[in-house]
């Protein structure tokens, strides 16, 4: 079965540092790679999503860069928050797959 | 009220019970899911239906047995389960069947299951 590999399975970062979530994915047809935010208590969120024909795509302090060639997105958070504490997933939706999740703590 | 709902949050069954999961959505999408999140595993896809018919089914024991009478609803019932069963059972619903190209999944609140 295909995976989504999903890279650190937890992660601290200070206050206003960068958070990086990577994922790495096998050959596939499909071609939509979104972000989901969950944080306890609730269900997972999108949070941002891109398609391949851009290799970067931001949402506020949010991005997503994309690397086809390389099989690879990954997530940044820029100036993290507090508030951004929650567990990260990434996801094929076209084949139904996440990623393990990733729990990110930020200190502040 | 809007988005997905589920109720009950929170279920404690022994092994010999028999019970239900309940989920709405209130988004007029034509496609809905169900989930298992354990801890440290990615989430599990268990049941997809598309316009109330099953499309997929991902090899989940027939303990559970998912039931969509319409397109705002959808079931999960539960009977002799095991206690490797407890779990975040998680409801989704999208505009259309995901595989059919890029849509958008909107989750709900899941339900916390205790198998005793």
């Known amino acids: 079965q295909q995976q989504v590999k999903q890279s650190p399975q937890s992660l601290i970062v200070q206050k206003g540092g960068i958070s990086i979530i990577n994922c790495a994915y096998e050959?596939?047809?499909?071609?939509?790679f979104p972000w989901y935010q969950q944080f306890p208590g609730k269900g997972p969120a999108l949070l941002i999503a891109?398609?391949?024909?851009?290799s970067e795509k931001k949402e506020g302090r949010f991005t997503i860069s994309f690397n086809k060639s390389a099989k690879q997105f990954s997530l940044h958070i820029m100036d993290s928050q507090p508030g951004d504490s929650a567990t990260y997933f990434c996801?094929?939706?076209?084949?139904?797959?996440f990623g393990q999740g990733t729990t990110l703590q930020v200190k502040p | 009220e809007t988005g997905v709902t589920q109720t009950p949050r929170h279920l404690v069954m022994g092994m010999t019970n028999k019970k239900s999961l309940k989920c709405e959505q209130h988004l007029g999408h034509n496609a809905m899911y169900w989930y298992k999140q354990s801890a440290k595993k990615p989430l599990e896809l268990m049941f997809v239906?598309?316009?109330?018919?099953?499309?997929e089914n991902n090899s989940v024991p027939s303990r559970f047995s998912p039931e969509c009478p319409n397109s705002s609803h959808l079931f999960l019932h539960l009977h002799t389960l095991q206690p490797e069963d407890s779990a975040l059972y998680l409801c989704?619903?999208?505009?259309?069947?995901?595989?059919?190209?890029?849509?958008?999944?909107?989750f709900g609140p899941g339900t916390r299951l205790t198998v005793l």
């Open positions: 050959n596939t047809a499909f071609d939509y």
């Open positions: 996801a094929h939706t076209g084949k139904l797959i």
């Open positions: 989704a619903s999208s505009r259309e069947s995901i595989s059919a190209g890029t849509d958008t999944q909107y």
């Open positions: 891109i398609r391949p024909d851009v």
């Open positions: 239906y598309s316009l109330e018919e099953r499309v």
